[in-house]
Structures are given as C-alpha cells and as structure tokens.
C-alpha cells in the first residue's frame, strides 16, 4: 500500500512539473512572459515666439484626438511653463513612449485659459506641433494627425507661437 502512495505521490509531482512547464511554455509562445517592460521618456518643450506681457504660458501633450488642440487640463499631459532666463519651458517626466500631439497657449491676461473670439478663433497666441512651420493664418480647425509626434526616447521641442 505504501508503494502505491508513494508511486502516486512520485506521479502527481511529474504532472505538476509538466503542467508548469506546459503553462511556462505557452506564456512565452504568447510572448506574456517576454514582453518588454513599458517605455518612458521626458519631454521637454520650448515655447518661442511669446509675447513680453505674457502673464503664463500653458503646454499639452495629448495621446489622442479628444479636446486637441485647446490647451486645458484635460490633456494627457497638462503643465505651467516656467520662465527662466527669458525662455518659457516645461519639462514632462515618466511619459510613457508613443504618438503625441503638442499645444499650447501664451495666456495674456492671466485667466488661465485660451481666450477665443465669438466664433472660437483663438483671441491669444497658440503653439501646435503642425508638421512643417506654421506659416500665416491656418486655415480650418488643427487635426491631431497632423500635429502627431511620435517620440521613442527624451525629446527637446521647439515649439512656435503665433498670434491668429
């Protein structure tokens, strides 16, 4: 009777063994257990272009279309830049890596949000990570796929303001 135990005992760790093995193994064909850890970066932007009575300067990342372009704590990412040696910047840490869209607004009478005229143009200067320059008086409303960035390591972002 002993040996009988025994022999199940001997069994039931076999099948626990291969059963680990089995599990471990169809893990790593689905890649669950070498799947490399998150990727994070800073992102620092430069505001250029703002006007003297600038009372604050505000600078959004969004990872998506939702709210793009109006610079508002609604963004993925939302921050106060800080002036410093005539320069307005601000610096996002522990960004997770992938597609991003910039904008910003130079906030003129200290309200802290995008002033717009009655028909939602934007009353103060505004920054958007368009690609190319923006040049004149943009047409229409800024898409977030044209604005996309897609930033894989730490990025230092010039990004250009302009009065409407």
């Not at 790593?28 to 992102?43: C, D, E, L, Y």
Request: aromatic fraction near 8%; charged fraction near 15%.
């Amino acid at each position: 009777m002993n040996r009988i135990i025994k022999l199940i005992a001997d069994s039931s760790v076999i099948l626990a063994l291969f059963g680990a093995t089995f599990v471990l193994g169809m893990f790593t064909m689905h890649g669950i257990v070498n799947a490399q850890p998150a990727k994070f970066v800073s992102v620092t932007v430069t505001a250029t272009a703002i006007p003297a009575n600038a009372k604050s300067v505000h600078i959004c990342l969004w990872k998506n279309k939702e709210g793009f372009p109006i610079c508002s704590p609604t963004a993925s990412h939302h921050a106060a830049a800080k002036k410093s040696g005539g320069k307005w910047r601000v610096s996002f840490s522990g960004i997770p890596a992938g597609t991003y869209a910039i904008s910003g607004f130079a906030d003129l009478n200290g309200d802290g949000k995008l002033n717009r005229n009655i028909i939602g143009m934007p009353k103060e200067p505004i920054g958007l990570s368009v690609k190319g320059q923006l040049q004149g008086r943009p047409k229409g409303r800024p898409s977030f796929s044209k604005a996309a960035v897609t930033i894989t390591s730490d990025l230092a972002y010039m990004l250009q303001f302009i009065t409407i």
